[in-house]
């Protein structure tokens, strides 16, 4: 299991450089087998899977020969599709090779998905699994896996080139199927590709199906300012496919690393600018509160790259994918205003979990509205949440208090309301999480004591 350094953690000045791609969003990233190769995920490279299909077939296939090269995954598949009885058969043998459709995402999925939903990049994926799709627990990414779903989503986060595991009938294998223009060929799409920086990530080996592929991209698009990530592509590169695919590469677009440190350290270099702009602001802030703010950024700096961005994008209020929850400025006013309140106590601040931020005794939920907001609806908001923490056993008794960023059209302080909903007496309180009072801080109110 990777382990990710926290976002405070410096970076590489090329995750620096990329960085300023991902906010203009230029920044295309290529997926090639090593990104699922890596654990948790543990699933097999493209070469393994040639042998592991050919291995599946000749010991239950009649018909079948094995071809001269049996780590080449088309040749395979060429020498299967016609005694197997067709593509589609070929394509459900293809599928219990291994767990394409139920591996485990690992931290360089996480980091992808979350990058994605942030709108920091766009992705073409190599690869059949859906671990990215799986590691955003509450939000879909538009993902393209034909040329059809390519034309019919309006702005699609990631496009898989050889099909995905979740749609049989999309697995590109054999070497007809690789004939085919491939998903990217729609003009949006392309257009896009055309103005990108281009990163390939995980395709050191470069097995022939995906390097079919490749040089087709690198043919349609000519010159793109390109980097590779692979563990040996320095110390490798005379006898590495890059060097005829891209000869002139220079040595600092070549780098050396494993899919997730690169991952981490390029979603570091996204999530730490919450971490550079708070502490810009909190210059314009009493001096007196300045502490409590440098609490709060101590606190969501101990966190990783991928916790840092969950725990923003939890706080919003119904994100949208495509947009940052991380550089939303009402997500800076929130932490500005935690960081205001922790100024008032010497107690510990922590972020126990996802949109949360402890105080001392103090316990506050976050709440970032992406746009105005009627006061019933982040009431509502509010009530949806507390319920969902009761049902975790993440409810103190006593009440629960909202910390809310951004523009909230009526009044907040009304009648207390309780987990269930619906006016409450104060003094009659029923023992138990559901007793809990939602009570409310505005983060813009908060702030303009500060100032």
């Given at each position: ?69 049996v780590s080449n995954l088309i ?353 009659d309180v029923v023992d138990g ?19």
């Amino acid at each position: 299991m990777y382990t990710p350094q926290p976002v405070s953690s410096p970076v590489p000045a090329v995750a620096l450089t990329l960085l300023a791609a991902a906010k203009d969003r230029k920044l295309v990233i290529c997926l090639g087998a090593g990104v699922s190769v890596a654990r948790d995920a543990n699933l097999p490279s493209g070469t393994r899977l040639g042998e592991l299909l050919d291995e599946r077939l000749k010991n239950r296939l009649q018909g079948y020969i094995s071809p001269a090269d049996v780590s080449n995954l088309i040749d395979v598949a060429d020498a299967a599709v016609e005694p197997v009885g067709g593509l589609e058969a070929l394509q459900n043998e293809i599928l219990e090779l291994a767990e394409f459709r139920r591996a485990i995402p690992n931290y360089g999925h996480r980091a992808l998905g979350l990058l994605l939903a942030e709108g920091a990049i766009t992705a073409l994926s190599w690869n059949w699994d859906s671990c990215i799709e799986r590691s955003l627990p509450g939000e879909l990414l538009d993902v393209a896996r034909t040329k059809e779903e390519m034309a019919n989503l309006s702005l699609p986060q990631m496009a898989k080139v050889h099909g995905c595991a979740t749609m049989k009938s999309t697995l590109l294998i054999t070497s007809e199927q690789l004939a085919t223009p491939p998903v990217w060929t729609e003009t949006a799409f392309s257009d896009r590709i055309r103005s990108s920086v281009m990163v390939f990530i995980g395709i050191g080996d470069v097995a022939d199906y995906a390097r079919r592929r490749i040089e087709q991209l690198l043919a349609e698009f000519g010159v793109l300012d390109v980097r590779v990530v692979s563990r040996s592509i320095r110390t490798n590169w005379e006898t590495s496919v890059w060097a005829k695919f891209m000869p002139d590469l220079v040595d600092e677009r070549r780098i050396q690393s494993d899919a997730d440190v690169f991952l981490d350290e390029l979603a570091r270099a996204w999530a730490n600018e919450l971490v550079v702009r708070l502490q810009a602001d909190n210059q314009g802030l009493r001096n007196d509160v300045q502490p409590g703010v440098k609490r709060v950024i101590e606190a969501i700096s101990r966190l990783s790259s991928v916790e840092l961005m969950r725990w923003c994008r939890v706080a919003a209020v119904k994100p949208e994918v495509g947009e940052s929850a991380v550089r939303a400025a009402p997500t800076g006013d929130v932490v500005l205003a935690a960081g205001v309140l922790a100024a008032t106590t010497n107690g510990e601040v922590t972020v126990p979990r996802p949109a949360c931020c402890c105080i001392g005794d103090d316990t506050f939920e976050l709440m970032v509205l992406r746009d105005r907001a009627l006061a019933q609806d982040v009431q509502e908001e509010a009530r949806r949440r507390a319920q969902e923490l009761a049902s975790n056993n993440q409810l103190s008794e006593g009440s629960i208090r909202f910390l809310v960023g951004g523009t909230v059209i009526g009044r907040l302080d009304g009648p207390v309301m309780d987990v269930l909903g619906g006016d409450s007496d104060p003094d009659d309180v029923v023992d138990g999480p559901w007793a809990s009072r939602i009570t409310y801080e505005d983060a813009a109110e908060v702030l303009r004591r500060a100032a």
